[in-house]
Nanobody, 115 residues
Framework: QVQPVESGGGLVQAGGSLRLSCAAS????????DGWYRQAPGKQRELVAS???????NYADSVKGRFTISRDNAKNTVYLQMNSLKPEDTAIYYC?????????WGQGTQVTVSS
């Protein structure tokens, strides 16, 4: 069972930065993609960014140029560097990881951006 663990959320002022981490276990296969999602109050969960095992990335338009997803396969960890944060980035951030044919969600970490 894949059970990633997120860390790094918190409260930050608009314009500030945070880095989220998502640690998981298991073998990363070439067809696996890991991603960060977020869910704001009253809204559906949305994809923020994703990254393949080989490092190909994809971003939501709303975060392009501000957020960077990366991974360290040796540490089995995925990161989300968030810069120039805006109040509308406030949400619970979840990571989803794929290991083989299984996937799992983290418990979520709160990110709050004050204006």
């Amino acid at each position: 069972q894949v059970q990633p663990v997120e860390s790094g959320g918190g409260l930050v002022q608009a314009g500030g930065s945070l880095r989220l981490s998502c640690a998981a276990s298991g073998t990363i296969f070439s067809f696996n993609t890991d991603g960060w999602y977020r869910q704001a109050p009253g809204k559906q969960r949305e994809l923020v960014a994703s990254i393949t095992r080989g490092g190909i990335t994809n971003y939501a338009d709303s975060v392009k140029g501000r957020f960077t997803i990366s991974r360290d396969n040796a540490k089995n960890t995925v990161y989300l560097q968030m810069n120039s944060l805006k109040p509308e980035d406030t949400a619970i951030y979840y990571c989803n990881v794929q290991r083989g044919f299984e996937n799992g969600w983290g418990q979520g970490t709160q990110v709050t951006v004050s204006s």
